[in-house]
């Protein structure tokens, strides 16, 4: 499979030599020995921050070439705006990158909603409920649903958002990601972990 995402012989701080490669359609695993280059990565990655050495590519091209909404990320707190509703969280970057579509958004965040285990007068109330009240739980849903009504080509997800998690709900979590790569607009995941935290997939690193 061709490379989406790559990182070629990449210093940034106390980062040298990183090189992977993320094809289309794959989730991965990264670890970082610390939470500081945890972080680096994911700025590296979704590009707010530039190589000190090396290249980062998408598509074989630089990252400032990418078309917009084609890099996403799902930080572990949901990284929500207070004052607006889960419905104005959710959709916001849609509207930004240009890839609203009034005629199906809803029935798309309704799909990806019932994978995250909301339905019904539950997931109304969820998505009108002002993001400032919303549970630390709740946030963290928000930010991943945000992420995966975006559908970018490549999804980069902080793996402290399964922390504090019941295994179940987590469970869902990595399906819905499971799901995103395997769907018809594809993409891959890179989730970015500390040291060994505990994550829902068993079965790739």
């Given amino acids: 499979m061709a490379a989406t995402l790559q990182f ?4 940034c ?10 094809a289309a359609g794959e989730i991965r695993v990264l670890r970082a020995g610390t939470k500081e280059e945890k972080f680096a990565v994911i700025e590296l990655a979704i590009g707010e921050r530039i190589a000190e050495a090396g290249t980062v590519a998408l598509n074989g091209a630089p990252l400032d070439a990418a078309p917009h909404g084609s890099l996403g990320w799902v930080p572990d707190n949901g990284g929500l705006i207070s004052n ?3 419905w104005e969280n959710v959709t916001l970057p849609l509207w930004y990158h240009g890839k ?3 005629a199906d958004t809803e029935g798309r965040i309704a799909e990806w909603l019932a994978r995250l285990g909301l339905e019904g007068e539950a997931a ?12 630390k739980l ?11 009504v975006l559908a970018p080509q490549v999804l980069v997800v902080d793996a ?13 979590w990595a399906a819905a990601l499971d799901a995103l790569v ?3 607009e594809g993409g891959s995941v890179l989730v970015v972990a500390e040291g060994s935290a505990a994550l829902p997939w068993t079965n790739i690193e």
């Fill in 8 to 11: 070629s012989g990449v210093n």
């Fill in 13 to 22: 701080d106390r980062i040298v030599g990183l090189s992977f490669a993320l």
């Fill in 84 to 86: 607006l509703k889960t």
């Fill in 100 to 102: 609203r579509r009034a």
């Fill in 124 to 135: 109304e109330r969820f998505m009108a409920s002002p993001s400032g009240l919303l549970t």
């Fill in 138 to 148: 709740e946030r963290k849903r928000a930010g991943l649903l945000r992420g995966l």
């Fill in 160 to 172: 402290a958002l399964f922390d504090g998690v019941a295994q179940d709900i987590k469970a869902a």
């Fill in 182 to 184: 395997r769907g018809a």
